[in-house]
């Protein structure tokens, strides 16, 4: 318009912006050409560049041992040797192996004679901190205290308070009446003991856990269901309980996977027999199995294929947590 103005008046029109520069093939080298480009390159590139480290490092250290196992489970492969292809014969030779159903079964007792209690004990300490106590602070942090404490320490203490001959809880059990425990070589005994540490470590943690998903609860619903006229008990029942049910699900899950890799208390807690899962295998559990196949006896193979099998029995509660929550889903949203 001011150039029609100006051309009107006998004006000169402004000298139009010179072309930006081409490059010898013809494109754009300005600041609409290269720049643009390399501009838009950067905003694609960059996020990769930032992620990449992870998937290095998880490729270098999660994935190619994962692949280079499962390789091994497939071949027979004594330390030092050269790998014999064997196929399928390590998972046959677990499936009739006494040693391997019996770790299997210390495995599974041991994670729910220590997963139920645990978790049982966190909902309610995660309930009682849940309210207005007075240093209730102080109480936080003291829960967490053992899960801070390392796995060796705190099973050498237990392992002294539950030895057979002076350990304090024979004491205690005999002022009683009910007469000293073999702590150690009898089964159910030893897999208790072993329960109770696993419980002890994990239950602050698992109450902090519950205590955050607590807090989070609308205090609505509270005050609607005490107008109700509900005790405390009946709210938390009706209340709280229903609210948590996904972090519960989370915990129960996590707990399950904890208890399948057991490892360091059965094996510090049986001493010198501790990877054995004591003289008669009465707490050796299946990654205690792959210690002693892979390093003591020099079965590679074996001991892959054992790894294999707890991966496949994680993907199985992996499996288990989906359908549960889809059905939860769906129940909550019928």
Not at 166 to 172: P, S, T
Not at 188 to 196: G, H, K, L, Y
Not at 247 to 257: D, K, P, R
Not at 320 to 333: D, E, Y
Request: hydrophobic share 45%; glycine share 10%; charged share 10%.
């Amino acid at each position: 318009m001011a150039t029609s103005v100006r051309a009107e008046r006998g004006g000169t029109p402004p000298p139009a912006a010179p072309p930006s520069p081409a490059s010898p093939h013809g494109r754009r080298t300005g600041p609409g050409g290269l720049r643009s480009r390399l501009y838009r390159w950067d905003v694609k590139a960059i996020p990769y560049v930032f992620i990449a480290p992870f998937f290095l490092t998880f490729a270098a250290f999660g994935l190619f041992p994962l692949l280079y196992t499962g390789w091994l489970s497939l071949h027979r492969v004594e330390l030092g040797g050269t790998p014999e292809w064997k196929g399928l014969e390590n998972y046959t030779s677990l499936a009739t192996s006494e040693f391997f159903w019996t770790a299997l079964t210390n495995t599974f007792t041991i994670g729910v004679i220590s997963t139920v209690p645990q978790l049982l004990m966190a909902l309610g300490l995660a309930h009682l901190l849940n309210y207005k106590l007075r240093g209730r602070g102080f109480f936080r942090v003291a829960v967490l205290a053992p899960y801070a404490t390392s796995i060796a320490a705190a099973t050498l203490v237990f392992a002294q308070l539950f030895n057979t001959d002076y350990g304090m809880i024979n004491g205690v059990l005999d002022r009683i009446g009910v007469g000293p425990v073999d702590w150690n070589t009898s089964k159910w005994p030893a897999q208790i003991a072993i329960s109770t540490i696993v419980t002890w470590r994990w239950t602050g943690y698992n109450a902090l856990i519950y205590l955050a998903a607590m807090q989070a609860v609308p205090q609505d619903l509270y005050e609607a269901a005490s107008l109700d006229g509900a005790s405390r008990w009946r709210q938390f029942i009706s209340v709280t309980i229903p609210s948590i049910r996904p972090t519960i699900l989370f915990t129960v899950i996590v707990s399950t996977i904890g208890a399948t890799q057991l490892f360091g208390e059965p094996m510090l807690y049986g001493g010198s027999v501790g990877i054995s899962g004591g003289s008669g295998h009465q707490f050796q559990t299946l990654s205690l199995l792959m210690y002693e196949k892979g390093w003591v006896t020099g079965a590679l193979g074996s001991a892959s294929a054992i790894a294999w099998v707890m991966l496949a029995l994680l993907l199985l509660i992996g499996g288990v947590q989906a359908l549960v929550s889809r059905h939860n889903r769906k129940k909550l949203g019928g």
